[in-house]
């Protein structure tokens, strides 16, 4: 995301200076990260692979990170919601759960009990790895509501249009306010919960957490609010 939010200014650098400028990549580069690097207007013809070590440039441009620059952010939501093909018609309507199941870390260990409870409510169980980076746009971008434990992918929610919501699963031993600021930022209603941890991954208290999400989806429904 820090990232991403820094090629806005670039871009405008480019058209108003009309100087071709390309950006010096580290290997290796993912299938993703390309196709994020297109939606943000730039194609493998601006790259130049960095293999480390020295490199002599005749000038070198640095773009300021921009995390908390909601001007930023809407800048890349529009970018990547053109690129991805998302339409403004279509309403933010689904809730989905986010699973870590095939991650290292922070998985729910007693996801199929809570998803089951989550799933009566409409919701939707996805895993981030098996969909490409256009898939993952979309699917934010539909997005009403998004229950998800902590992670990298909730990164995503950049692509979530104002209004929308994030429950956040948070491991008791790791609270930590990226998602938080980042809702802010753009726009969305927050609200977490710390689930007690077991090694590296997490139980959720599904008979606890389940009222607590209701009131957050009731919450939402009530005139001047989220």
């Known amino acids: 995301l820090d990232d991403l939010t820094r090629l806005e200014a670039l871009q405008q650098f480019r058209k108003h200076a009309n100087t071709p400028v390309q950006l010096l990549i580290v290997r ?11 939606a943000m207007g730039f194609g493998e013809e601006d790259l130049v692979i960095w293999e480390g070590g020295k490199a002599r440039v005749e000038k070198l441009y640095v773009s300021p990170a921009r995390r908390a620059d909601t001007d930023a952010h809407e800048w890349l939501r529009r970018q990547a919601a053109e690129y991805a093909g998302c339409r403004e018609e279509t309403a933010a309507s689904r809730r989905i759960y986010i699973s870590r199941a ?16 989550l799933e009566a ?25 998004v229950v998800a434990p902590h992670g990298a992918g909730l990164t995503n929610l950049v692509y979530s249009r104002p209004g929308a919501a994030l429950f956040e699963l948070t491991p008791s031993r ?8 980042l809702c802010d930022s753009l726009g969305l209603a927050y609200e977490r919960t ?15 957490v389940l009222p607590l999400i209701d009131r957050f989806l009731q919450k939402r429904r009530l005139p001047g609010s989220f």
Do not use: K
């Open 28 to 38: 290796p580069l993912r299938a993703w990260q390309l196709d994020s690097l297109r």
């Open 174 to 181: 790791e609270i930590r306010g990226h998602f938080q600021r």
């Open 102 to 117: 095939d991650a290292d870390e922070r998985q729910v260990v007693n996801e199929q009990e809570l998803f089951s409870a």
């Open 194 to 208: 710390l689930c007690r941890t077991a090694g590296s991954s997490m139980v959720v208290d599904v008979d606890e």
């Open 121 to 145: 409510r409409g919701f939707e169980l996805f895993r981030l790895t098996e969909l490409d980076y256009c898939a993952q746009v979309r699917l934010f971008w539909e997005a009403d509501f």
